[in-house]
């Protein structure tokens, strides 16, 4: 997908690699044999958020990801103010070059109380996303997506995933998803 490249094809993509080292950062690995490839990764993601400017959606939900993870967290938090100045007043991340009206929302970015992406949105913007995504169960009792659907495999796996992510989001939050008949 267009908005999942990176804009040179000679460079590494930013929101990749920040999810990468976010989850390596949450499996420990700092402490371990891929301590220095980490170690790199990490220099890299940080370089990249060293200079601020509008992102991409994607490209946002995932360096919030890894501000979350690291444990430098004067850091991480000055790189969330930093975002949070991009994203005044925002509910919602729109994706350039997906389906008309996809955006990332606040639950996708923070999906848990205590997410360090929580601090850019108002306690108001996450209960109405927790509504919506509450109401937005399907007869079969899953989620469904608002982005292009490239086949009927990738639609069936996203959906699965999207359901577990909903559970997990609204076990974290203090919710359940309603019961379908």
Known sequence: APWMAPPDERSSSLHMTAAVAAAAHRAGMAEGPGRAWLERTSAFVWERLEHPG???GYETKYAIDFLDAVPDRERADAALD???RALPGRE???VPGGTEGEALTALT???RPGHAGRRLFDAGAIERQLDRLAAAQQADGGWTFDWLAWDDAVA???RGKLTVDALRTL???GRRAAATA
């Open 54 to 56: 509008p992102r991409p």
């Open 82 to 84: 930093a975002i949070a």
């Open 92 to 94: 919602s991340i729109p």
């Open 109 to 111: 970015i923070a999906p």
């Open 156 to 158: 069936w796996a996203w």
């Open 171 to 173: 076990a974290a939050n």
